[in-house]
């Protein structure tokens, strides 16, 4: 057993962590002010267009995508230390390609889908979005009712999705959709390539959520496809959906390290310096618990987060320690974060500090992805058997 990161993934650890330090941190500020006044979590074009010029030039764009794409191919192992740098800030900045569905696109397109979608995504030259939740089917995807009708060469969906991140910016969208009723998660549910402006396709509206995110609710109506845009085997599209909510699910947890991290290095920056009633908050028994506990439970994260994704890379099935880590990080990260709040006194609650915004980001990791409810009736049924 060997818990030291190579020498490779150790240096592309530090690249990323210098990359948020010199081009992410310091936007943070303007980023703060903008969710402040009700604008929503951006980046202008202005400011990212250096930023992507500059993480592309230290190699770090592809890192997970495979070599003939132009992309490094590392394993999920290294991306746990890059995603747990990028989660240390609040700035909105995606090092392209988002890996989640990526892995499905792996796991799925045929050669042509792969010159048309995989590639330009994988070199950073398009954005995705999938499209699984609806109205009446949300933690539990096998209900969904969206249907693909096939009719000659054509497949014709219908149906509505909702929560969909990335809608208006992606240039196609994974949609899934019922294949086959009868046979459901089983065998009825297939995945299918939905490009931008297809006729049928509507954003009916975007939802503001909490921390400046937003997401958008899509109809689809006689929406004729091609039959070339069903992606993978019909009926079999639960299984790379699976694999890509595992990859999101790990990710998740490496920047709730990040995230943890940051907020216990500002408790112990600050409470050494914060004197009430004559002594300085690191001295209070209270505020030392927070901090060992934070430190505590980060250790274990983080082990956890690498053996998850040492799984992956070994082609194990890591369903029950992804559900652990799911819970387990959301968890840690949201506490350390009320600690931290509270220990800032009437600073922690102000929109200057990023403290409420990484809050918020993790109250939605609480959901999506799967509520943590779920999770937990994931990792017990696997104890305790389906009863
Ligand atoms: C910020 C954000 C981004 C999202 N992006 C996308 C996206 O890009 N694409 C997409 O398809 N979806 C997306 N979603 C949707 C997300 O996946 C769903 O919201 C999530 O799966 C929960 O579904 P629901 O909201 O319908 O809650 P429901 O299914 O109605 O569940 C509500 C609550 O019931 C409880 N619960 C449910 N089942 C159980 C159970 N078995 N045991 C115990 N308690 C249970 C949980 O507390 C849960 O929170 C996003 C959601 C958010 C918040």
Partial sequence: MDFELSEEHRAIKELAAKFVQERLLPLEPAV??????????????????????????????????PEETGGMDLPAEAMVGVNEELGKTVTPYVLPPDSPNLRMLLATVNPQQRAKYLEPYARGETVSAIAISEPGAGADPAAMTTRAVRQGNEWVLNGRKIWISRMERADFTIVMAVTDKAAGARGGISAFLVDKGT???????RIPMLGGHFTYEVVLEDCRLPATQLLGTEGRGFAPMQLRLSTRRVQMAAWCCGITQRALNM????????????????????IQNWVADAAARLHACRLMTYDAAWKIDRGRDPRTEVSMIKVFATEMAW??????????GAMGMTKEMPLQLMANRVRLMRIYEGPTEVHRWVVARSLLGRG
């Avoid at 006044?37 to 951006?42: I, Q, V, Y």
């Avoid at 506490?335 to 800032?344: E, H, N, R």
């Fill in 267 to 286: 408790m112990c920056d600050y409470a050494p310096k914060r004197v009430t009633f004559g002594a300085r908050l690191s001295e209070r028994q209270t």
């Fill in 199 to 205: 006729p049928g396709l509507e954003v009916a509206r």
């Fill in 32 to 65: 703060l002010e903008r969710e402040a006044a009700g604008k929503g979590l951006f980046l202008t074009p202005e400011e990212i267009a250096p930023i992507d010029q500059r993480s592309r030039e230290l190699g770090l764009w592809g890192l997970d995508a």
């Fill in 335 to 344: 506490d350390t974060l009320d600690k931290a709040m509270q220990a800032f």
